[in-house]
């Protein structure tokens, strides 16, 4: 059963990061890959929010499958943002690689904090 809602989790995680991405990229023209970080500040919300949820009241095993490793796993993507800071670095933008290494890690961090402690006030 957990693994069938990972997978559901995932068949919508995986369209929205790129459905995401390219609406997002399309409104800027900078090299900036805005849409990744966008896709990848929205799971970390998901994840944090899903994890003060789980520490303040009781979420049920299934949803916390469909959310965390389905959904906001999905969503998120590593490999992007580390292909996409190293192309920045290779084409000479060194500036808006180390930004977008630098931001999207503490926007991250961030975001997940903020969103544990929003879910943990408003479930505890």
């Known amino acids: 059963m957990n693994w069938l809602m990972v997978i559901a989790g995932a068949l919508v995680g995986a369209p929205l990061r790129y459905l995401t991405d390219r609406a997002v990229q399309a409104r800027h023209d900078t090299v900036f890959p805005w849409g990744t ?13 899903l994890t003060g949820a789980a520490t303040a009241t009781t979420v049920p095993q299934a949803l916390q499958h469909l959310i965390g490793p ?20 290779e084409t000479g933008a060194k500036y808006f690689a180390a930004a977008n290494a630098l931001v999207s890690v503490i926007a991250g961090l961030g975001t997940a904090y903020l969103a544990t402690a929003l879910a943990s006030a408003l479930l505890a």
Do not use: P
């Open 37 to 49: 970080f966008s896709v990848n500040i929205a799971a970390c919300a998901g994840l944090g929010f």
């Open 70 to 89: 389905g959904l906001c796993a999905t969503l998120s993507t590593y490999s992007t943002f580390s292909f996409e800071s190293l192309r920045l670095a």
